[in-house]
């Protein structure tokens, strides 16, 4: 399996992401041309028909596997008008992940879909997917396939944040305090919207996404390479912040990759 061009598919509504910075380290350690496009959805010029199909993959029960309801005509409106201004809904929306990544694969053209093109789409969609394990949904940063999604609310919302966190919290909502101190207290300990480290935490899963294509295993056990699938902020922040780069391991399988381009 190669590589012999990428396209990346900005998410104009996050900024942080840096979607340029990130072509040029994904052409640096790959050695790969990658084009960047506008929001995917707003690309491909998405029609009702796309926001209906997106309105039908929300998730409303976490905790049953994926049933596709018949979208209000309000839901489909929201869709439609996200694809050119994403829109802030006011609450988290819940998306089966591969729903959506099955609507992203049936748009894109069939000239674009050899297994040498890899496509990755930002988006502000929460993507989740169903664990039969615990039997419920669970939000995904990333949904490793080709096209790729990277849900910039799911950086935030999956990784939990340090358990002192959540214990303070339910302590300071039992006595009415604001919240406001608490994310004074923990700052740096987790990420938020708009955080200006989200171009570096894009980096590794970006690379999750492509290992997936090309080996079949996105993640690493050492919370040392940018490619740990991190279940916590703080691992998160540590692997793909403080650290930033592949183990050892990673990168002679990247370079062996390239020798074989």
């Known amino acids: 399996m190669k590589i012999s061009r990428i396209f990346i598919y900005d998410e104009p509504s996050v900024p942080e992401i840096k979607i340029n910075n990130l072509a040029k380290f994904l052409e640096e350690t790959l050695d790969v041309p990658v084009h960047v496009r506008k929001n995917f959805f707003s690309h491909f010029k998405s029609d009702r028909s796309i926001a209906y199909k997106l309105a039908s993959s929300r998730v409303f029960n976490p905790y049953i596997p994926f049933e596709a309801h018949t979208p209000t005509e309000e839901e489909v409106n929201f869709e439609a008008k996200s694809f050119e ?29 050899s297994d040498d093109t890899f496509h990755l789409a930002f988006t502000t969609r929460l993507g989740c997917t169903y664990d039969y394990e615990d039997y419920r949904y669970h939000g995904r940063a990333v949904i490793c396939a080709n096209p790729a999604i990277i849900s910039t609310t799911g950086i935030i919302e999956a990784p939990a944040k340090p358990r002192e966190y959540y214990i303070i919290m339910q302590q300071s909502i039992a006595q009415g305090l604001n919240l406001d101190a608490l994310k004074d207290q923990f700052k740096g300990k987790f990420l938020e919207y708009h955080d200006s480290n989200l171009d570096k935490v894009i980096h590794g899963y970006a690379l999750q996404a492509i290992f997936y294509h090309l080996t079949a295993e996105p993640f690493c056990d050492s919370k040392d390479c940018i490619l740990y699938n991190a279940h916590w902020q703080e691992d998160l ?25």
């Open 85 to 113: 201004n994403n829109l802030e809904s006011g609450n988290i929306i819940l998306y089966d992940g591969f729903e959506i990544q099955k609507i992203i694969n049936e748009i894109i053209p069939n000239e674009e879909l």
């Open 237 to 261: 922040i540590h692997a793909q912040i403080n650290l930033g780069k592949l183990c050892e391991h990673h990168q002679r399988i990247i370079e062996s990759i390239k020798k074989h381009e």
